[in-house]
């Protein structure tokens, strides 16, 4: 009877030991961003033997956003990372991670909150009508997209880029293993991005063929950044002047 008794607590510990468990972190019920802002949410489940290896998979009630900066990944066995560079408002959701081991499952959600919808009046793809997009945390060796990608589409319209108030041409990209202009030049790719050589101010102006019309600028912070007390420093206004002029020559030619 005692040796019964003693199988049979021990049953019980060793099941109790072992109930499979998820956390999501950051541990809220609810996480808000801004538009443009990365969202990070790790998966952990807890509860098994370090061999074991659960099926974990992310979701949401309508679905995982499908864009190329959209990644899961797992990170190890117990661990399964959602990460969404550039949110935009349409990534608000419900999302859910749940477990699979053996027999038995767990799961938890968390909801996710993006303020800032684009205004009917925004020229822009994306960001709405920001003119000012931070984004202080980026997965160290991604790739991040910098978007002035227009609605209208961008074969109409010429686009420049500077980065801390330096203009960056074709050459100088072309030059930059890292760097990639896509879309007819809307589009800044920084591929496996370093923070203490990619992180920084980087402004795009956009503009219609149309000579007399306005250069529109939008600028991107990515990383950390310092406080500008200066507000519009007067290298930056050189900078989009000669980017304005650069505009100028290429709707003449």
């Not at 686009?159 to 030049?185: E, Q, Y």
């Not at 800044?188 to 306005?214: F, H």
């Amino acid at each position: 009877m005692c040796s019964r008794a003693l199988a049979f607590l021990l049953g019980i510990l060793i099941a109790v030991g072992y109930a499979i468990d998820v956390k999501i972190r950051p541990e809220k019920s609810s996480v808000e961003l801004e538009v443009g802002a990365q969202l990070s949410l790790l998966c952990k489940v807890e509860g098994l033997a370090d061999t074991d290896k659960p099926g974990i998979t992310w979701s949401r009630h309508s679905g995982l956003p499908i864009r190329d900066t959209v990644e899961v990944a797992r990170l190890d066995s117990h661990t399964l990372a959602l990460v969404i560079n550039r949110t935009i408002a349409r990534d608000s959701g419900v999302y859910s991670c749940m477990a699979v081991s053996d027999n038995e499952t767990a799961s938890k959600s968390i909801d996710v909150h993006v303020f800032g919808h684009g205004e009917p009046d925004s020229i822009f793809l994306e960001h709405g009508v920001q003119k000012n997009v931070k984004i202080p945390s980026l997965v160290e060796g991604k790739s991040v997209d910098l978007s002035c990608e227009l609605k209208t589409g961008s074969n109409q319209f010429i686009t420049t880029w500077s980065r801390n108030d330096i203009m960056l041409d074709k050459d100088s990209v072309r030059d930059n293993l890292n760097w990639g202009l896509l879309k007819g030049g809307a589009v800044l790719r920084i591929k496996n991005y370093n923070p203490s050589t990619d992180s920084g101010r980087y402004d795009c102006g956009v503009a219609p063929k149309d000579p007399l019309a306005e250069v529109t600028w939008r600028t991107f912070y990515l990383g950390p950044q310092k406080e500008d007390r200066s507000g519009f420093s007067l290298c930056r206004k050189v900078c989009q002047d000669t980017c304005n002029n650069v505009i100028v020559n290429h709707r003449r030619n």
